[in-house]
């Protein structure tokens, strides 16, 4: 299985982006999927999750409101809106994947992961 993050960028606060994660290799819809994210000198954490027929999903107190995750089974790609960001919301973003079929909040529990897309905002 295979995961491609895109769709990162430069925006200023206050802005929008759209991160995809295009899957292959396998059907998407045998995954639950997650987007977490990583800034310089932090762990790596947890943004939002999704089960695998996309009824279910979770995100993050901190992005709560402003983050909407969806995904297209038909297209396998799993998407990330991202809105009103804020320069607290700049890091690299990682798309996930587990065959468990719902999401987790650890990233321990995801199997495959994509190389990242960097998110910069700018204040």
């Known amino acids: 299985v295979q995961l491609q993050a895109s769709g990162g960028g430069l925006v200023q606060a206050g802005g929008s982006l759209r991160l995809s994660c295009a899957v292959s290799g396998r059907t998407l819809t045998t995954y639950g999927m997650g987007w977490f994210r990583q800034a310089p000198g932090k762990e790596r954490e947890f943004v939002a999750g999704?089960?695998?027929?996309?009824?279910?999903?979770k995100h993050a107190d901190s992005v709560k409101g402003r983050f909407t995750i969806s995904r297209d089974n038909a297209k396998n790609t799993v998407y990330l809106q991202m809105n009103s960001l804020k320069a607290e919301d700049t890091a690299v973003y990682y798309c996930a994947a587990t065959g468990s079929g719902s999401y987790h909040r650890s990233p321990t529990a995801y199997s495959y992961w994509g190389q990242g897309t960097l998110v910069t905002v700018s204040s």
């Open positions: 999704i089960s695998r027929t996309g009824g279910i999903t």
